[in-house]
């Protein structure tokens, strides 16, 4: 008797966790998903080049993103085109890869403009458009609005700070934030993928890289960089820099298993 009851107990409490859990999630209906397709259409580049079945496919990765992760903004509130983008800069570095996630992220806060270390931005004087946070807000990433949506934009170039940020993420899934996406890059590249790094910063240091001068602050921020430069402006990275655009490839390009 006394083993049926704590049967049932744990039944009971499974049976909250799970409708608990559903409560929890964002209910994202039929209709705003359509409108998710036109926004995509609209100020995405990377979706409108996918073929009609990987589009189907980019928009339900980007559904499952929206519920897996809470999303908020500060000061003001979410519009659709905000989810649209933060879940696009999340799934187009691992569009290839198939049934990965972003397992340590729960949180993405969105401030109007850039912000500064106290996370402060009705001060005029924000520095960051984004961060992904570590310690105490582990789990969190920071984004500005503003940039995330320039990003997108006709005019971003090769810039994009939600791509550069999720990239981040990629890279600490190997346990160090070192730019070296040891679970992304075959082994036997990890060496010349290093050499390559320095040799480029080398070439940004004399004045002879059109690559983001923030790429020279250290190896992640280059690979974060370069990343935004490969996804925003493809054919003129593999023009410009042939060996680190077919490194890059290998990273983003070749399948992988989640």
């Known amino acids: 008797m006394l083993y049926l009851i704590l049967a049932l107990l744990i039944l009971l409490f499974l049976v909250y966790l799970f409708f608990n859990k559903r409560k929890s999630e964002p209910i994202i209906q039929p209709e705003q998903t359509e409108n998710y397709k036109k926004l995509l259409q609209q100020h995405v580049a990377f979706y409108r080049q996918l073929n009609p079945e990987q589009q189907e496919s980019f928009v339900l990765r980007a559904v499952a993103f929206l519920q897996e992760t809470h999303l908020e903004g500060v000061g003001f509130e979410l519009e659709d085109l905000d989810r649209v983008l933060v879940a696009s800069s999340a799934l187009i570095p691992i569009f290839r890869f198939k049934d990965w996630r972003y397992p340590h992220l729960t949180n993405v806060v969105l401030y109007p403009d850039a912000f500064n270390n106290d996370f402060k931005f009705d001060e005029g004087k924000g520095e960051m458009a984004g961060m992904v946070g570590s310690g105490f807000m ?121």
């Open 138 to 258: 582990n789990g969190q990433m920071l984004l500005s609005r503003a940039a995330l949506r320039k990003g997108f934009s006709a005019s971003a170039g090769a810039e994009n700070v939600g791509i550069h940020e999720f990239v981040h993420l990629l890279d600490q899934e190997d346990g160090a934030t070192d730019g070296v996406p040891e679970q992304l890059l075959p082994p036997e590249y990890a060496e010349p993928w290093m050499k390559l790094v320095h040799r480029e910063i080398k070439k940004m240091e004399n004045g002879k890289s059109d690559i983001n001068p923030y790429a020279m602050t250290n190896e992640a921020e280059f690979f974060a960089v370069t990343s935004e430069y490969f996804f925003g402006k493809p054919e003129k990275l593999k023009q410009k820099h042939p060996e680190l655009y077919e490194m890059l490839s290998k990273v983003f390009l070749e399948e992988k298993e989640g």
